[in-house]
């Protein structure tokens, strides 16, 4: 799971890492709930929406809060976003980066309409943002 986070994290960092935008940063953060529960260990991605320039950006989710500081945050604007929170599902699979070995099998425990076909949105304004992100089953 930690692997999966990291390369969340990291993929997030990287995108939101290039000069391509046009337009100021800032900083958000919030808290990401699940049927009322914290989101412990996840990543949330910010996507520019039409009209809004710049990189996507992201971070981690922890105790069911993200902070994004105005250096790494998204660009002012509409936002598509993205939450995971991968969950072992008990199963083991083979590990893809050593030949031999298993790891845990990890599954979003949010519905792909968090993550993958997410429906969510957020505005970014200038200066430090506040977006909670209450998700549900239903």
Avoid: W
């Amino acid at each position: 799971m930690l692997r999966f986070l990291a390369v969340t994290v990291l993929i997030g960092m990287c995108l939101g890492c290039g000069s391509e935008g046009g337009g100021d940063r800032a900083a958000v953060e919030g808290k990401v709930t699940f049927d009322g529960t914290p989101v412990e260990d996840g990543a949330i991605n910010f996507a520019p929406a039409a009209g809004t320039k710049g990189p996507s950006t992201g971070g981690q989710i922890k105790g069911g809060r993200y902070s994004l500081p105005a250096a790494a945050g998204p660009f002012v604007g509409r936002h598509r976003v993205e939450i995971h929170a991968p969950r072992p599902t008990g199963k083991k699979i083979a590990n893809p980066y050593k030949q031999g070995e298993t790891v845990d099998e990890l599954k979003d425990a949010v519905p792909a309409r968090y993550n993958t076909a997410s429906t969510l949105r957020g505005e970014v304004k200038p200066g430090r943002n506040t977006i909670d992100f209450e998700l549900t089953t239903h």
